[in-house]
């Protein structure tokens, strides 16, 4: 009888984490522009990042898709993989800008770093390790995808591989 109610327990604490984090963490969104349409689908009350570019037709924010606080959209040939996160009074949840800390970057210091993977090299720039980071315009015709050809390391070091250039917001606390 108490291995039953032990299994029961540990279920039912697995089901609550479960809940607690589709409830408060990111969200995957696959959206794909085919034949160059437009699609839109949309969210509630959330904030967006691109977290990785499937198609070989840029992903840039603000041309080839974006969102609101309610819609998110792809267009000409722009396919991808979006973490949604819920906000909750204006401060993104989990991952994103806020990571998920509640003190929020919103009045951090925002810089723009432009770095270039020339002839494939990697190359990297120091931006912290509080640092928040999001790609918001891809100058390569090579893709651009996260934790493949860019991401930041446990050092605090922005990096592109593979002939990803782009340009990245980086917003630091204040």
Known sequence: MKLHSCVASVAGLTLMGTLAFAQFGPTRLTLESNNGHRVSRAVENSGVRLIRQLSRKSCIEGRTWGYTSNR??????????????????????????????????????????????????????????????????????????????????????????????????VRRRP
């Open 72 to 169: 998110i959209w792809v267009d000409d040939g722009c396919r991808a993989i979006f973490a949604i996160t819920p906000v909750d009074n204006g401060r993104t949840r989990g991952r994103g800008w806020d990571r998920g800390n509640g003190r929020g970057y919103g009045l951090g210091r925002t810089e723009t770093v432009r770095l270039e993977s020339n002839s494939g090299r990697r190359e990297t720039r120091y931006v912290g390790v509080d640092a928040q980071v999001r790609l918001t315009r891809q100058l390569s015709n090579k893709p651009c995808r996260e934790g493949r050809s860019w991401g930041v390391d446990s050092d605090g070091r922005l990096w592109v591989d593979d002939g990803c250039r782009a340009e990245f917001t």
